[in-house]
């Protein structure tokens, strides 16, 4: 009995450029989620910027990694909201009728995201460049910088996979990301969080956003990065893979 | 060689609540035209994804092409292909992307031309560069069916092709189901029109309440019926001739 060739990659690839094609095609996707974050830069860094009080002096440098993280999790709305649509036209079936690798589908997707808030993160950096950040940091430093904003989007483009194989309505496919969005502002993203009561510093201390805000701002700034940049690789990590499990069985579900 | 495309034993599904098919037999020759009939909700999307490997029954056998749909699924995806219900195209791209998109998950050799070759045959080729978001109901249907032929599987489902398409369309895609049982592929079709079924199928089976209560060629379904008893009844256009006539693309039969 001859075996059927699986072409994983190549399969992977014909998807990745399906959705890139999806995404170059409706600008308004990019412009939707960079333009979010940078007024909310520009916001924080002209208007009320001056009020606070971050031990830094410059508040662009502090503000950056939060802004980033903000605009990857409303970047990863879109593909959620992409998995739900392909999911409800005959897309799927068509692709999961035919013999291609199972999963390819939905990597494409994943790897979409991947760039696409690669794309925006760039964008944003740019714009912060003209707003007077700056940075001492060598390759190497970006380079970890761009890991860990690489495994901070993977971790959330799995639970976006998630809202996008279970919701039953597109509202739904989005929903998910407003919390996520909302996490930075209960944390050292904006303002120290000595400042904040207790039970709001506790948890803006404990939560993953502010171990990578910290970790990205240390490397940037070329400061040591202690422990911050471990313990924000668990939380990536960690909530990479328990996404990754319940977006599979999601997936699996579906197909 | 065996001379059956399909071969379906006593299938059996049942959702949460619903036993939609209970004991579902029948068999389809290569190179034929079959069409399951039955009306919204009989479990005709049903029998389809199961055939197509989407998915899973619970009872009974189903083979397609001779491979077991349940053990050997990844042998029958590569000898079908599927059009289901609703137009399974990307909006997004061109009619052209679409069809090297297939073309390239099918592993052919030279995609482009592959896509002209398809565009040429169903009439896209002046709208092949368009988003596909700009075609008619008709273009859609006919860009859907030509990416199910990429790669010229053997056997070929369509899922109410013509479901939601004006009489124009319907038209369209009846010639393109006659070329291609002509070209020899198998040819599964589902419908809720009877007319359908009369036009292109060479066997009939009526999907209902979970069971096929009837299976034959049109000829082999009239003799169930009493024998035709003649009377005289003036024959009045019905709107959809008319329509078509003044139109002035009146199918030919």
């Known amino acids: 009995m001859e075996t059927v060739k699986k072409h994983f990659f190549s399969d992977m690839g014909v998807m990745l450029g399906r959705s890139m094609r999806h995404i170059f095609r409706s600008m308004d996707t990019i412009i939707t989620v960079t333009i979010t974050p940078i007024a909310m830069m520009l ?13 830094t002096d410059n508040y662009v440098n502090y503000l950056l990694p939060g802004i980033l993280l903000i605009a990857i999790a409303s970047g990863i709305a879109y593909t959620a909201y992409r998995l739900f649509m392909d999911m409800q036209r005959g897309i799927f079936e068509r692709f999961h009728s035919m013999p291609i690798a199972r999963s390819a589908p939905l990597w494409g997707h994943v790897l979409t995201s991947l760039v696409s808030n690669a794309i925006s993160v760039v964008v944003i950096i740019l714009v912060a460049l003209i707003m007077g950040f700056r940075s001492s ?20 483009t799995w639970i976006a996979a998630i809202a996008g194989l279970s919701a039953t309505s597109v509202d739904g496919a989005g929903a998910f990301s407003y919390p996520l969005i909302f996490l930075p502002f209960i ?3 904006f303002v ?26 240390a490397l940037l700034s070329g400061q040591p990065v202690g422990n911050d940049i471990w313990i924000a690789l668990a939380w990536c990590v960690g909530i990479m893979l328990v996404a990754y499990v319940f977006a599979m069985r999601a997936y699996k579900k579906r197909v | 060689m065996q001379n059956q495309a399909i071969q379906v034993k006593g299938l059996q599904k049942s959702y949460t609540k619903l036993h939609v098919l209970k004991g579902v037999d029948f068999e389809v020759e290569k190179g034929s035209i079959f069409a399951l009939l039955g009306s919204n909700g009989a479990g005709k999307t049903t029998i389809v994804k199961i055939l197509t490997t989407l998915l899973k029954h619970d009872g009974g056998t189903a083979a397609v092409n001779g491979f077991d749909v349940a053990s050997r699924p990844d042998h029958v995806r590569q000898s079908i292909s599927l059009t289901g219900q609703f ?3 990307d909006e997004i791209l061109t009619g052209r992307e679409n069809l090297i998109m297939i073309a390239k998950l099918r592993h052919l050799n030279n995609p482009r031309q592959v896509a002209d070759d398809l565009l040429n045959r169903f009439g896209l080729t002046d709208a092949a560069d368009r988003r596909v978001s700009t075609y008619s109901g008709g273009m859609r249907r006919r860009l859907d069916i030509a990416m199910s032929l990429v790669g010229k599987p053997q056997l070929i489902f369509l899922d109410e092709p013509t479901t939601g398409l004006d009489p124009e369309g319907r038209i369209e895609v009846w010639k393109t189901v006659k070329e291609l049982a002509n070209g020899g592929t198998t040819v599964f079709l589902t419908t809720q029109y009877l007319e359908e079924a009369e036009q292109l199928a060479d066997r009939i089976a009526i999907l ?8 034959g060629t049109l000829a082999e379904l009239k003799k169930l019926f009493p024998p035709a008893k003649v009377e005289y009844v003036e024959k009045q256009p019905t709107l959809e001739e008319i329509f078509l006539a003044i139109i002035g693309k009146k199918e030919e039969k």
């Open chain 1, 43 to 55: 916001l924080f860094v002209y208007v009320f910027g001056g009020a606070i009080q971050t031990g």
């Open chain 1, 137 to 156: 940091a060598g390759v190497l430093s970006w380079l970890a910088v761009a890991g860990i904003l690489a495994l901070f989007t993977l971790a959330l």
């Open chain 1, 187 to 189: 944390s050292s993203a």
């Open chain 1, 192 to 217: 120290p969080t000595e400042s904040m009561p207790s039970v709001v510093r506790a948890f803006a201390e404990n939560q993953p956003v502010t171990s990578i805000v910290e970790a990205i701002r």
């Open chain 2, 87 to 89: 137009a399974a195209v």
């Open chain 2, 208 to 215: 209902h309440e979970g069971k096929i209560i009837a299976n």
